[in-house]
């Protein structure tokens, strides 16, 4: 097992991917966004920003976009449902799905590149024999399909909303901001005094004089910097329907989660193996080995030499109980008996007490979780005492164990020098990969200079 919170202590603060990151750096652009790049708060940057500008981009593209995704998918499913009468019923459905998945990913690349949204592949198609019929079975009953369909019907309605408000807003704004450049139309060609604000048959009020002027241009800074973010709401709606409709089902993205799960335990249990035939062989078993050649030749010896043969015999005793030791170390290391028979509490505070700092431990569970979540929760506190007791420089430290609704919890505190990471495969990147393979949970706080507050979520399932 991996020890030790490796390059984290006394360097870096932070957790996870946060560690290292600067928090000027806009997430979006990847770019700098601290005050020493920008001096103009962002309400007045984002008319000019990259950003407000492909998403208007996004939002003028959906409209000729939308219009071609509804007649498409209209056309097809409502040529191929009239047709389910007919043996061409089945391949027309079929292709009309098939070209809404494409449809389908190009809308997700369309979203990564003017919406900044990395939405994932869907489940691909997996037909279960080769085949024209199996490829269609394989479609029409791939949930993609139908969630693609059912996007292609709802994105029009929207489209056209967005677009209409959008390309409204927007040169609204900029008309009205830009009005004392262009009123002189209105004498010049227009014959009247400028802009028409009010007329009926009696009277009629004009935007012509330097005040009016001047406040419709401040109205059109109004509406040119709320353009931007009334662009940006309207596109959550586009990414809330890209994410729901057109990436991965929670079912499909639950399976990958499991199986990636599945990988690390794997790989764990793996290394857990040959941790332990390397300890066996490094170990008690070289010891055994030593001992049977010294009593081979205490045997030998004991004809000629008894006094020399009890010598023998003696090293070879003291050499026995290294070796009883050793294994027990190693059992312990494997599944600890004290946990199998008292619990949480009993083996916790055995581990405590070899721990080269006080460690305070207070477990409050009326009842025992599953073995194998008590047997995680065991060794997650003995890895996290061992970082302690080799990088900590902490002079006390304390364990608390308690259980919340259908969650265990666990938290280890110390008052050393702080700056755990669970980055950089360190001991803590490897107790993260495997409470997350049963559901669990690992978080990190750990500033530069301590104290250091490590809590670790496990899933109760008594």
């Known amino acids: 097992m991996a020890t030790g919170y490796g390059q984290g202590y006394g360097r870096t603060a932070g957790t996870g991917a946060s560690a290292g990151t600067d928090p000027r750096t806009d997430p979006w652009t990847g770019t700098g966004a601290g005050p020493g790049r920008h001096r103009l708060p962002a309400a007045l940057r984002a008319p000019f920003e990259g950003r407000g500008l492909r998403e208007f981009g996004y939002v003028l593209l959906s409209l000729p976009i939308g219009i071609l995704l509804f007649t498409y998918t209209v056309t097809m499913v409502s040529l191929g449902a009239g047709l389910l009468v007919t ?72 489209a056209v909303l967005s677009f209409t408000v959008a390309v409204t807003v927007w040169t609204l704004g900029w008309s009205l901001l830009t009005y004392p450049l262009w009123f002189w139309v209105f004498p010049m060609w227009a014959g009247q005094g400028g802009l028409q604000l009010y007329g009926d048959e009696h009277h009629r009020v004009f935007l012509d004089n330097a005040f009016e002027i001047t406040v419709t241009a401040l109205v059109g800074v109004l509406f040119t910097l709320a353009a931007p973010w009334i662009v940006r709401a309207l596109t959550t709606v586009d990414r809330l329907l890209v994410l729901g409709l057109l990436g991965p089902s929670r079912l499909s993205a639950r399976v990958v989660e499991l199986e990636s799960d599945r990988g690390v335990v794997v790989d764990t249990a793996a290394a857990d193996l040959r941790r332990i035939e390397r300890d066996l062989h490094d170990g008690a078993q070289a010891r055994l080995v030593a001992l049977a050649m010294d009593l081979g030749l205490a045997k030998e010896k004991l004809a000629e030499d008894p006094r020399a043969a009890a ?46 700092v006080p460690v305070r431990v207070e477990v409050d569970l009326a009842e025992r979780p599953a073995p194998a979540i008590e047997g995680i929760a065991y060794f997650t506190v003995s890895e996290l005492l061992q970082n302690i007791s080799k990088h900590s420089g902490a002079r006390s430290a304390s364990v608390d164990v308690w259980r919340a609704e259908d969650r265990l919890m666990l938290q280890v505190t110390d008052d050393g020098v702080g700056g755990a990471d669970t980055s950089g495969g360190s001991g803590l990147a490897g107790l993260t990969e495997r409470l997350d393979a049963v559901d669990g949970i690992l978080v990190v706080d750990s500033p530069v200079g301590g104290p250091t507050r490590v809590t670790a979520e496990l899933p109760w399932r008594g």
């Not at 024999?129 to 996007?151: E, H, N, Q």
């Not at 003291?318 to 190693?330: C, N, Y």
């Not at 312990?332 to 028979?341: F, N, Q, S």
């Open 87 to 158: 043996f061409l019923g089945v391949p027309v459905l079929a292709a009309g799905l098939m070209g809404c998945r494409g449809f389908g990913a190009m809308e997700r690349a369309r979203a990564r590149g003017l919406l900044g949204l990395d939405v994932g592949e869907p489940q691909p198609l997996r037909p279960r024999d080769r085949g024209l019929a199996a490829w269609m079975g394989a479609v029409l009953k791939s949930g993609t399909s139908w969630r693609a369909m059912l996007y292609a019907v709802l994105h029009f309605p929207w």
């Open 311 to 356: 010598r023998m015999v003696g090293a070879a005793h003291g050499e026995v109980k290294t070796a009883l030791q050793e294994l027990r170390d190693l059992a312990r290391g494997i599944h600890p008996a004290v946990l199998t028979d008292r619990g949480l509490d009993a083996a916790l505070s055995s581990v405590a007490s070899r721990c080269t």
